[in-house]
């Protein structure tokens, strides 16, 4: 198990090294840099034609160096300093602010996840018992509704249409956890609620598929055959083996949760970390937009990491050499 650990950890490494290099150049190549931006927003090609100004402002920000250099000099201050470098905007680091804005994310995710899981793991394992029945079929066509309806457009018709009829709308003013535990809840509610039931579709789908292939096991048909509670056989024999490609597909669902959280704090004006993702891509905050996208990056290869080695502990016969 060490050695796998420590294989696995090694070869980490050079991945975030190319995702890091790929987030790099790919946020320069947007067109509309941060420079030109800037320039525009100065009124500096007004003011004396733009080009000495636009080569003024890339000296002071230090890209006008190549962009291998500005790699290079951004890669040193994260491993020597932990730097992440400084906002080209608020001219401050990146890394607080991050750290900022990270427990909203942290907090809408975890209530989209414990949602998804709650509605998604129940329905599953019912209609997989109860193969081909009234509740079956009712749980498959909400699991069909949920994937072909967008939760950025059910959140859309719940900001407008409630104010509409009912002069009604979703909290839209940020109150942390600490200030009111009950008005932050009812805040974050609304769109983990969306963010949960769309997520819960394909886990339940998944689960009713390998919990129906693992009930067909013959292991499974001796556990009742010695006459078993059928409670036993499905949560002591059964579940454990079908939830191992369950567990394998919700840690593959946590960028869709990132990406799910930018536009729920966009349409909810939650002030977190996918928010500000989606403002420094709009300002071209190239420090900003790298730091996150090598965060992230680092916290799904860990989790990655985490869910193969929950494998060991879901089947016993899963072993690590």
């Known amino acids: 198990m060490r050695n796998y650990i420590i294989r696995r950890i090694a070869l980490m490494i050079p991945t975030l090294l190319l995702v890091t290099i790929v987030v790099f150049l790919t946020i320069r190549l947007i067109p509309g840099s941060a420079v030109e931006m800037m320039a525009i927003e100065m009124g500096s090609r007004e003011s004396t034609g733009g080009q000495m100004d636009i080569k003024a402002v890339e000296a002071m920000l230090g890209m006008d160096m190549p962009w291998h250099e500005q790699?290079?000099?951004?890669?040193?201050?994260?491993f020597l300093r932990?730097?992440?470098?400084?906002?080209?905007?608020?001219?401050?680091?990146?890394l607080p602010e991050i750290v900022a804005r990270l427990p909203v994310t942290f907090e809408l995710g975890l209530l989209s996840f414990l949602i998804s899981q709650v509605i998604a793991i129940p329905i599953g394992l019912y209609s997989a018992i109860r193969q081909d029945t009234i509740g079956?079929?009712?749980?498959?066509?909400?699991a069909i509704v949920n994937l072909a309806t967008p939760a950025?457009?059910?959140?859309?018709?719940?900001?407008?249409?409630?104010?509409?009829?009912?002069?009604?709308?979703?909290?839209?003013r940020y109150v942390?956890?600490?200030?009111?535990p009950m008005s932050n809840l009812e805040q974050f509610l609304i769109p983990a609620i969306l963010m949960g039931t769309a997520m819960s579709a394909t886990t339940m789908r998944m689960l009713r598929t390998t919990m129906l292939e693992?009930?067909?096991?013959?292991?499974?048909?001796?556990?009742?055959?010695?006459?078993?509670?059928?409670?036993?056989?499905?949560?002591?024999?059964?579940?454990?083996?079908?939830?191992?490609?369950?567990?394998?597909?919700?840690?593959g669902q946590v960028p869709i949760m990132i990406g799910g959280a930018v536009i729920m704090e966009q349409i909810f004006s939650l002030p977190g970390m996918g928010r500000l993702f989606l403002d420094s891509?709009?300002?071209?905050?190239?420090?900003?937009?790298?730091?996150?996208?090598?965060?992230l990056a680092a916290f799904g290869m860990v989790l990655i990491l985490l869910t193969d080695l929950s494998y060991a502990f879901l089947d016993p016969r899963v072993r690590y050499k």
């Open 176 to 180: 942390p956890f600490g200030d009111d």
């Open 71 to 78: 790699y290079l000099t951004w890669m040193e201050g994260i």
């Open 82 to 94: 932990g730097d992440f470098g400084d906002s080209l905007w608020l001219k401050r680091p990146v």
């Open 136 to 142: 079956d079929v009712v749980g498959r066509t909400f």
């Open 281 to 295: 891509i709009n300002r071209r905050d190239y420090p900003f937009v790298s730091a996150i996208n090598t965060l």
């Open 214 to 251: 693992v009930l067909r096991q013959d292991y499974v048909r001796t556990a009742w055959s010695k006459g078993l509670k059928e409670r036993v056989i499905v949560i002591r024999h059964a579940m454990r083996n079908a939830m191992i490609p369950v567990i394998t597909m919700i840690s």
């Open 152 to 172: 950025f457009w059910l959140a859309t018709m719940i900001m407008v249409f409630p104010s509409v009829w009912w002069g009604w709308s979703p909290p839209m």
